[in-house]
């Protein structure tokens, strides 16, 4: 199955990070989508809907952002796939260009965190995970001393990857965390959940990000021409019921997401030229890597350690910063990996730039559900 791709016209965030009260999901939004309508050079009469991703803003979000930008009266959908929410709102965006519903669209995503979570983010109060005190920092710390024991790697391997995506946010003006990290810090931070501590773990974080999305007969109607990069297709799979203990690490969920990815796409796994993986815990990354089919199952920490997924190395992964550094509002998080890889494939990352980038892949993987190995998982390829 292929659709047709839609063009990237248009990006623009607001720095992530902890606001006050009087900084508002609303107005993050409304600045997000600001930004990202003057980098298109597009007018508010030329949009035709408005897709919302977010977890924790609400009923009609979505509208009350709308309102606010001068979109209202417009189509408003909102979406809730947990940290996936804002990737899902750019692939029903992408369909519904290909489909011919609409010729410009604005997606959002976007979540005002500090004065809503306390703690770390947890399963529904229904789901039997949550009832037995289950947080997501726990699971990733089984994870973490599972694929130590059987893959022989290090701890030390595994809090590279915090060292990689603290190194890269250096050069990333929206990032909440901009200054390098050691390893003895990863090492020696405040423990969260043994092996993992609070710097392999992705902070509580407000923020909003935001494309404009065009079809071709878009691109026209907003006057441009020549290169603009593409989404190829945006793959959605849910986590699958399991059987037995399984393997922890095996995250057949990521390689069923993949496998939607390249047929969407038409691309594979070798033509990408970087990534931007929901590193949520360091350990996320690593197995998620393997679970693609990037990284040879069971290297995927040494890899971090050596360099390989790093900026110059063989695939860098996260050159945004990543969710450890970048910061991880959950419902922004999707669409702030859109905005990082238009801008690689543009060409304007800056110091952060991968060279020659001309394919790129953003995955994000959204809650959990008892029973199953995962909540929702997206898959964006993009190309330039």
Known sequence: MSLAPA????????????YPADVTLERMAAGAARAALADAGADLGQVDGLYVGHVFGGPVAGQRVAAQVGLDGRPVSNHENYCASGATAVREAWVALAAGLHDVVLVIGVEKMTDRISGGVRPDPGDLDAAVGYV???GHAMSARRYMADHGATREQIAAVAVKN??????????????PISLEQVLGARQIAEPLGLLDCSP?????AAVVLCSPAGLR?????GPVPRVLGVGLVSGAVQTG???????????????????LSGVGPDE??????????????????????LVPHGRGAAWAADGHTALGGRLPVNPSGGLLSRGHPVG????????????????????????GARTALAYCKGGTVNGTDGGSVTTVVMAR
């Open 332 to 355: 922004a998080t999707g669409a702030a990996q859109v905005c990082e890889l238009t801008w690689q494939l543009r060409g304007t990352a800056g110091g952060r730039q991968v060279d």
């Open 7 to 18: 063009h990237v016209a248009g990006a623009g965030m607001v720095r992530f990070g902890k």
């Open 204 to 208: 509580i974080s407000d923020g909003a």
């Open 136 to 138: 997501m920092a726990a």
């Open 245 to 263: 203990l399984g393997d922890l690490n095996a995250e057949d969920v990521s390689r069923r997401a993949g496998e939607e990815a390249w047929k």
């Open 221 to 225: 109607r907003l006057g441009l021409s």
């Open 272 to 293: 990408i030229d970087l990534v931007e993986m929901h590193d949520c815990f360091t350990i996320a990354e690593v197995v998620r890597m393997e679970g693609l089919g």
């Open 166 to 179: 603290h190194a890269h946010s250096v050069h990333n003006p929206f990032a909440q965390y901009r200054k």
